[in-house]
């Protein structure tokens, strides 16, 4: 497998100058520092490097090479890689640049090729390498890091290089590490397939701009996600944020909100900035898992005891004060000024012993422990250190310590490290690392949703009609796929105006009907509340004349819905992974609140019920101040069955249904619209 | 006076045993090497230390010493201070514990009445002691940091104890530190007094976990904000939002929200973490002040800069591209492959010379800039830094720095650090400071309101009758003091109430009026939309039996308001700040959503403009989709005078004005609710 070839190669060539100082010469150099062994330089001056020999070509290499790392001028790259492919290369690393990112698509395509045509798959060009730890591979210019349990995969190399100096500094093992640059061959799908069953690897730390497989990235993402924490960084949020939409779903669903959508239903944990992603691999890959989100602080000063508290509380977790028993436990050997509420303060005077008692006692009743210590120059941190990881080896209550400020307690943090107890520089760091875990721990069961390929079976559809689609139309067809409607009339003339209005029973609302009118309300095209024919006969004329020169073709009757919570429920596209859809109450709660749950479709009815719920407002819905609770089972039955429509009819754009008339029995569409997707 | 004394002391004793080893010894030890010299050691031995001279009794000093720093046992700090007074002491620094915070309380009298009798003013007890840098003072046993602008005060000595140790490891430059314990004498009034007029302190940061001093504190805040920025951490936020109310207002009021109004009233910035904290301080300290929020930033590496320009928008910043004047002007001198967006990505070929010039391109058209550099052990990162310092200088935008990985760029973060450009972690925080600093520069001019002392120059009064106010009762109250009520009637019969609908003409709202009813739909209380004197006489019986057993009194009889948007107003009275006033849209926006604005009360007109501003449903009172907009300026009016009501009736506890009908031409209340203070 050529993926093998990348990261256990039995033989790697470094195709450029060998020269002192130049990139290869540097690569070899680092990569035999890092402990691996079977480097063979390829140049045209066969020159040889730092004992490595060198080769005026790779099929000249009389030993087993299976892998390749170019820093050769971008010209020659096609030309390396015919060789490398004649030669039984496998896998290689391009680290060249001056392709794609600078315009040289050509140049791109062309690698790309000659790579298919030998069977070859490569990272890059223009990429940063990669490391294996487990095999001493180090054929990058980035940080050595140390060896352990998390894996770095980043599209830029300048993130990675941060994470993996970092990693050096602060102490977070790495397993492997791959930057993958322009991404011509392989991208994140394919590392993350491979580190689902890379049993060096506890977690996942994943960079990414744009995953451009759109579903087939949620696949691969889903299934690692599935055996291991997989932390992202979606980069690009604002930028990507802003496009042109005609529906209120659409513009709800900016490519960041889907980005979101697509990694929650995939089991991912999305973070913002490198450091949570730094602390929260760190504490993935130290601590075991939380059982819930009661955490127990001790510490050994008032002040920053009470800030991490505070910022427990606000990250989510509970800083609960110890029950009866376990105070009686702290007594025992706890000075009577150590207060027994949480955090628990040990003052200056806390000892090794101390915390480690202190630490142990609160275990059973806690998910989760901060050992935390302020640090002066004249106190032994370092025996406070050993209290903490004596602790945390009795113990399988998550416990991370706090230890700080960094430049009086370096010996405890080194020696923290050693042990394996995730140290992070302010409490309040700490404890969002956690929350962070407890989040994952307790996140409902994943579900197949979004990702299935062939969600609908049946025979596709196109939409009916042609052109913009209206109310009538649109309603008519919505119950054809099982949507509950409202009865309705159409009526081109006021007589039959009047006629419908009999048929639906008074009292009722009546609408315009013109492909030229999209939002009807604000041109007085909806009146509500009519209560006899003679309103009907005054109601008609009003629209007509609100409808004045604008292809008007009639009205449309429906019966007044009363007592209702109106909600919205949404259908759009998304570039990158397809038909969402989104649900919410509408009007202020979606306009100013942006109070939506979004996914990307079809859901299936656990998702759909989790989307109900997830929505701020949901207390309107189960019923406030004496209000009846709202029917939820047929909302999210018909969520499921609106999820679906995208891929019954792939000529659906978006799909507005707004309002939608929530009863105590039942629902009904108040207004719907429907956008082809060759109208956008 | 005595504060000058603490900071400029001419002589300073040390009481406490000076061996070796011990706290006495360490303080002399530690105030020698901060370079200060007129120092004694007092103790019962006479024993000097480090060629300073040992007396037994400060009183024996044959020099001028007006500052005493006392570590010796608890038992003897009163005789200290006798001595100390004797001696003509000003001013003392009491680090010794065993206090107030172990529950000697009354230990803690007795050194306040002493030092009182003679007029010594101190610190402490219990505290971490303080440090001076221009008069290189540092009786404390903290780090000592670099010389600079900003002031730490710090209730807690591990916080103060933390920054002055990251000041130290990262750069950040001291004017005077000071952790003043238990604050038995003086605390963060003083010090926020004296600091104003600090001609060394360019900004103040502030930690307490409590402001004992209530609107005392408000006003020497605000003074000092007034002068120069000053920075908050208000700690035990969780913990003392919880307190039982019984009214809705009393119930939005919680603790911390009071806080945050008070700090935001005063002007000063608050802050979560230190880590915010120190960020803050450091752009306030050393960049110019931000005239807006357009952020431009350059890098040489894409990926961190999109993090950074993410989080930039995040947290409100503008990364708008460059117009095409400055596009034209980067075009000059920069290669093709640079993206003339933003961030502006020079690439891993990035000069001093690109640096510059680019800053300096870009600093006509933004209110920021950030200079972020990702370092490789093979790239020149002090050229960068020399670059963006050059620019910096030519330049009154301005422009701060993230280079990193801090490992790797060490030598350049010296040299950015001795040329005061402030440089941070990463891009986020770079951005995130930029941004505190905006938000600060562009706060709404504060006003006076809520720290005035006698707001009210009237005189004050009592509420009307006694025990729990009724409806009617309380009505009348309002309109007596000038708050819109609509007319109403009370009726304790059929007949009054047929008589009370028709005088005040149907349609009426018709309301139980009980001591024993709290909340009177609940009950079936309210019966809306009377229409006629049948439904007079039938929702007179209901609400009879609906309140059967619960000493009905009658009911009250409103008309019916229709098309109005409901608002609600509150009064509380808070432990700390006495009155506070809120606003917000009532029903799920106050429940739900917690939309609602608070000040300490009173509020002056602008103020109250803000604050119905402030609110994140405005949109709801401008008029949203063709909606009428309200009129605010009645509200405004209404919101003022409401604020002024507890300073004419202190014994008001809490007022919920709920619903106010606010209309498209005035207002009037809907309900009222009024609790004594001694109700509660």
Same mark, same amino acid.
């Given at each position: 497998?050529?993926?093998?070839?990348?990261?256990?190669?039995?033989?790697?060539?470094?195709?450029?100058?060998?020269?002192?100082?130049?990139?290869?010469?540097?690569?070899?150099?680092?990569?035999?520092?890092?402990?691996?062994?079977?480097?063979?330089?390829?140049?045209?001056?066969?020159?040889?490097?730092?004992?490595?020999?060198?080769?005026?070509?790779?099929?000249?290499?009389?030993?087993?090479?299976?892998?390749?790392?170019?820093?050769?001028?971008?010209?020659?790259?096609?030309?390396?890689?015919?060789?490398?492919?004649?030669?039984?290369?496998?896998?290689?690393?391009?680290?060249?640049?001056? +392709?794609?990112?600078?315009?040289?698509?050509?140049?791109?395509?062309?690698?790309?090729?000659?790579?298919?045509?030998?069977?070859?798959?490569?990272?890059?060009?223009?990429?940063?390498?990669?490391?294996?730890?487990?095999?001493?591979?180090?054929?990058?210019?980035?940080?050595?890091?140390?060896?352990?349990?998390?894996?770095?995969?980043?599209?830029?190399?300048?993130?990675?290089?941060?994470?993996?100096?970092?990693?050096?500094?602060?102490?977070?093992?790495?397993?492997?590490?791959?930057?993958?640059?322009?991404?011509?061959?392989?991208?994140?799908?394919?590392?993350?397939?491979?580190?689902?069953?890379?049993?060096?690897?506890?977690?996942?730390?994943?960079?990414?701009?744009?995953?451009?497989?759109?579903?087939?990235?949620?696949?691969?993402?889903?299934?690692?996600?599935?055996?291991?924490?997989?932390?992202?960084?979606?980069?690009?949020?604002?930028?990507?944020?802003?496009?042109?939409?005609?529906?209120?779903?659409?513009?709800?669903?900016?490519?960041?909100?889907?980005?979101?959508?697509?990694?929650?239903?995939?089991?991912?944990?999305?973070?913002?900035?490198?450091?949570?992603?730094?602390?929260?691999?760190?504490?993935?890959?130290?601590?075991?898992?939380?059982?819930?989100?009661?955490?127990?602080?001790?510490?050994?000063?008032? $002040?920053?005891?009470?800030?991490?508290?505070?910022?427990?509380?606000?990250?989510?977790? &509970?800083?609960?004060?110890?029950?009866?028993?376990?105070?009686?436990?702290?007594?025992?050997?706890?000075?009577?000024?150590?207060?027994?509420?949480?955090?628990?303060? @040990?003052?200056?005077?806390?000892?090794?012993?101390?915390?480690?008692?202190?630490?142990?006692?609160?275990?059973?009743?806690?998910?989760? @422990?901060?050992?935390?210590?302020?640090?002066?120059?004249?106190?032994?941190?370092?025996?406070?250190?050993?209290?903490?990881?004596?602790?945390?080896?009795?113990?399988?209550?998550?416990?991370?310590?706090?230890?700080?400020?960094?430049?009086?307690?370096?010996?405890?943090?080194?020696? @923290?490290?050693?042990?394996?107890?995730?140290?992070?520089?302010?409490?309040?760091?700490?404890?969002?690392?956690?929350?962070?875990?407890?989040?994952?721990?307790?996140?409902?069961? +994943?579900?197949?949703?979004?990702?299935?390929?062939?969600?609908?079976? $049946?025979?596709?559809?196109?939409?009916?009609?042609?052109?913009?689609?209206?109310?009538?139309?649109?309603?008519?067809?919505?119950?054809?796929?099982?949507?509950?409607?409202?009865?309705?009339?159409?009526?081109?003339?006021?007589?039959?105006?009047?006629?419908?209005?009999?048929?639906?029973?008074?009292?009722?609302?009546?609408?315009?009907?013109?492909?030229?009118?999209?939002?009807?309300?604000?041109? $007085?095209?909806?009146?509500?509340?009519?209560?006899?024919?003679?309103?009907?006969?005054?109601?008609?004329?009003?629209?007509?004349?609100?409808?004045?020169?604008?292809?008007?073709?009639?009205?449309?009757?429906?019966?007044?819905?009363?007592?209702?919570?109106?909600?919205?429920?949404?259908?759009?596209?998304?570039?990158?992974?397809?038909?969402?859809?989104?649900?919410?109450?509408?009007?202020?709660?979606?306009?100013?609140?942006?109070?939506?749950?979004?996914?990307?479709?079809?859901?299936?009815?656990?998702?759909?019920?989790?989307?109900?719920?997830?929505?701020?407002?949901?207390?309107? @819905?189960?019923?406030?101040?004496?209000?009846?609770?709202?029917?939820?089972?047929?909302?999210?039955?018909?969520?499921?069955?609106?999820?679906?429509?995208?891929?019954?009819?792939?000529?659906?754009?978006?799909? &507005?249904?707004?309002?939608?008339?929530?009863?105590?029995?039942?629902?009904?569409?108040?207004?719907?619209?429907?956008?082809?997707?060759?109208?956008?």
């Amino acid at each position: 497998m050529s993926i093998e070839s990348l990261f256990y190669p039995k033989g790697v060539a470094v195709v450029g100058s060998a020269s002192e100082g130049k990139i290869g010469w540097e690569l070899i150099r680092k990569m035999l520092a890092g402990g691996y062994q079977n480097i063979f330089a390829v140049n045209p001056k066969a020159q040889g490097a730092l004992d490595v020999p060198g080769y005026d070509a790779v099929t000249k290499i009389e030993q087993p090479v299976d892998m390749a790392v170019i820093v050769s001028p971008p010209s020659t790259v096609p030309n390396v890689l015919e060789d490398c492919g004649r030669a039984g290369v496998r896998a290689a690393v391009i680290i060249t640049a001056g +392709f794609s990112e600078v315009g040289n698509d050509a140049g791109e395509v062309e690698i790309r090729r000659v790579a298919e045509k030998h069977g070859v798959r490569f990272i890059g060009p223009n990429c940063a390498g990669l490391i294996n730890t487990a095999h001493h591979l180090y054929p990058t210019l980035e940080t050595h890091p140390p060896a352990g349990g998390v894996a770095v995969v980043a599209q830029s190399g300048a993130v990675g290089g941060v994470v993996t100096a970092w990693a050096q500094e602060f102490g977070l093992g790495i397993s492997k590490f791959v930057s993958y640059g322009n991404g011509a061959d392989m991208n994140e799908i394919d590392f993350l397939r491979y580190l689902t069953g890379d049993a060096e690897t506890k977690v996942v730390a994943l960079y990414i701009e744009s995953a451009s497989g759109g579903r087939e990235f949620m696949r691969a993402l889903r299934e690692c996600a599935a055996h291991k924490p997989v932390v992202v960084i979606k980069a690009g949020r604002t930028q990507s944020g802003r496009r042109a939409t005609l529906s209120h779903t659409g513009s709800l669903a900016g490519a960041d909100a889907v980005y979101d959508a697509a990694l929650r239903q995939c089991g991912a944990i999305r973070v913002h900035t490198i450091e949570e992603m730094f602390d929260l691999c760190k504490v993935f890959v130290h601590a075991p898992r939380l059982r819930g989100r009661r955490v127990a602080i001790v510490t050994n000063s008032g $002040g920053p005891g009470v800030l991490a508290a505070d910022w427990a509380e606000e990250v989510g977790l &509970d800083v609960v004060e110890p029950g009866p028993a376990t105070k009686e436990k702290l007594a025992e050997f706890l000075p009577a000024h150590c207060a027994f509420k949480n955090p628990i303060d @040990l003052t200056v005077e806390g000892t090794e012993e101390g915390y480690r008692k202190t630490l142990l006692a609160l275990a059973d009743e806690y998910d989760a @422990l901060l050992a935390l210590n302020i640090a002066t120059p004249y106190l032994d941190s370092l025996a406070l250190a050993r209290g903490a990881c004596d602790a945390a080896e009795q113990t399988d209550t998550p416990i991370v310590a706090a230890f700080l400020p960094h430049q009086i307690v370096a010996a405890s943090v080194d020696y @923290l490290q050693e042990r394996g107890l995730p140290n992070f520089a302010t409490g309040e760091r700490a404890v969002a690392a956690l929350a962070g875990v407890a989040a994952y721990e307790q996140k409902p069961g +994943f579900s197949v949703s979004g990702v299935t390929k062939t969600w609908f079976l $049946g025979e596709q559809e196109r939409l009916p009609g042609e052109g913009q689609m209206l109310e009538p139309e649109a309603m008519a067809w919505l119950r054809e796929n099982d949507i509950p409607t409202p009865e309705f009339r159409f009526a081109a003339t006021q007589a039959e105006a009047v006629q419908g209005c009999r048929e639906i029973g008074y009292p009722v609302v009546i609408k315009v009907v013109s492909p030229e009118i999209l939002h009807k309300s604000d041109v $007085g095209g909806v009146i509500v509340g009519i209560e006899d024919d003679r309103a009907a006969q005054d109601a008609f004329v009003r629209i007509q004349q609100a409808a004045e020169g604008k292809d008007f073709q009639g009205v449309v009757i429906y019966p007044l819905i009363r007592d209702a919570q109106e909600v919205l429920l949404g259908l759009s596209r998304d570039p990158q992974f397809g038909p969402v859809v989104a649900f919410g109450l509408g009007g202020i709660y979606t306009e100013v609140w942006r109070d939506v749950a979004l996914r990307v479709a079809p859901v299936k009815r656990a998702e759909a019920e989790q989307m109900i719920r997830e929505i701020k407002s949901f207390p309107l @819905l189960e019923g406030v101040r004496g209000q009846a609770g709202r029917d939820l089972g047929a909302l999210a039955d018909v969520l499921v069955k609106f999820s679906q429509l995208p891929f019954r009819y792939p000529d659906i754009g978006e799909v &507005d249904l707004n309002p939608v008339f929530l009863l105590t029995e039942g629902l009904v569409v108040g207004d719907v619209r429907v956008i082809r997707q060759n109208d956008t």
